[in-house]
């Protein structure tokens, strides 16, 4: 079973910067979209950034010209800067990617890394 192994949670003071990592946990065939979500305390999920292999780009616009996505080989970053106590969450990696060739391609979910801004 392939895991998502993220790092770089901590906290951080407000105006800060920071930077989450997180790659799968055994070579894979292919991935396609690599993204960051959170969830705030009493919160849904949301999506904060994405990155397709053809280096699409979304942002929430909550995060818009202050968080950065990047993918490098079978790795995405996340850089966080100017981060603002409204940013505190639980920041969870997700890949949709092909494990083995004629393996059907699925989502696959890293466990979360708190993220804490204080002010």
């Known amino acids: 079973q392939v895991q998502l192994v993220e790092s770089g949670g901590g906290l951080v003071q407000s105006g800060g910067s920071h930077r989450l990592s997180c790659r799968p946990s055994?070579?894979?065939?292919?991935?396609?979209?690599m993204a960051w979500y959170r969830q705030a305390p009493g919160k849904e999920r949301e999506l904060v950034a994405s990155?397709?292999?053809?280096?699409s780009i979304k942002y929430s616009e909550s995060v818009k010209g202050r968080f950065f996505i990047a993918r490098d080989k079978n790795t995405v970053n996340l850089q966080m800067n100017d981060l603002k106590p409204e940013d505190t969450a639980v920041y969870y990696c997700?890949?949709?990617?092909?494990?083995?060739?004629?393996?059907?391609?699925?989502?696959?979910w890293g466990q979360g890394t708190q993220v804490t801004v204080s002010s």
């Open positions: 997700s890949m949709n990617l092909v494990k083995r060739p004629l393996i059907p391609r699925r989502d696959y």
């Open positions: 055994e070579s894979v065939f292919a991935i396609n979209i």
């Open positions: 990155v397709t292999g053809t280096d």
